[in-house]
Antibody, heavy 122, light 107 residues
Framework: EVQLVESGGGLVQPGRSLRLSCAASGFIFENSGMHWVRQFPGKGLEWVSGINWNSGRTGYAASVKGRFTISRDNGKNSLYLQMDSLRAEDTALYYC???????????????WGQGTLVTVSS | EITLTQSPGTLSLSQGDRATLSCRASQSVNNGYLAWYQQKPGQAPRLLIYGASSRATGIPDRFSGSGSGTDFTLTISRLEPEDFAVYYCQQYGPSGATFGGGTTVEI
């Protein structure tokens, strides 16, 4: 059974940084593209970032490009999201999600974690 | 960027009814690269449909997807109690993915 467990969320002041982690199990992690998807308090969903199986390709939503960095460690079956220069509008529940494929070219998400909450407020 | 508009915002139905949910794109979705997800309170979204009409693993056949171009539909043939939830459509392409705003199916 696929399991994705996010951690690292919390309350942070605007302009500060936070690093999210996602521990994966139940599938061959190094064979899958991986993503971060966030859900705003109003319940809207937004794809944030994706990384292909070997870290050779990454992608970002325009709203986070230049501030967030996605990475992965296949040896540790883990996905990360480094979030810098955080803003109030980044407040959301952040999900780790598994791509159906090894790449991220046409991403849809066949498994999701339960999410970690990030609140950006002074 | 492709914008997805879902309608109606809320669908009030009864168990056993047929539910028809709409997802309209601001421009054509290439190759029918559209997915549908179900989300229940306190849970993560769950993949139902991909490629506009292919059911994901373990999804009951009362769920079906159709459409092409800019107009897509999710149909639930006979609502079961566990189907009352929020449904999102999502398009996917080489630049990433975008989601619709969701349709709530309520009793």
């Amino acid at each position: 059974e696929v399991q994705l467990v996010e951690s690292g969320g919390g309350l942070v002041q605007p302009g500060r940084s936070l690093r999210l982690s996602c521990a994966a199990s139940g599938f061959i992690f190094e064979n899958s593209g991986m993503h971060w998807v966030r859900q705003f308090p109003g319940k809207g969903l937004e794809w944030v970032s994706g990384i292909n199986w070997n870290s050779g390709r990454t992608g970002y939503a325009a709203s986070v490009k230049g501030r967030f960095t996605i990475s992965r460690d296949n040896g540790k079956n883990s996905l990360y999201l480094q979030m810098d220069s955080l803003r109030a509008e980044d407040t959301a529940l952040y999900y780790c999600a598994k791509d159906w494929d090894y790449g991220i070219n046409y991403p849809y998400f066949d498994s999701w974690g339960q999410g970690t909450l990030v609140t950006v407020s002074s | 960027e492709i914008t997805l508009t879902q309608s109606p915002g809320t669908l009030s139905l009864s168990q056993g009814d047929r539910a028809t949910l709409s997802c309209r794109a601001s421009q054509s979705v290439n190759n029918g690269y559209l997915a549908w997800y179900q989300q229940k309170p306190g849970q993560a979204p769950r993949l139902l449909i991909y490629g506009a009409s292919s059911r994901a693993t373990g999804i009951p056949d009362r769920f079906s997807g159709s459409g092409s171009g800019t107009d897509f539909t999710l149909t639930i043939s006979r609502l079961e109690p566990e189907d009352f939830a929020v449904y999102y459509c999502q398009q996917y392409g080489p630049s990433g993915a975008t989601f619709g705003g969701g349709t709530t199916v309520e009793i």
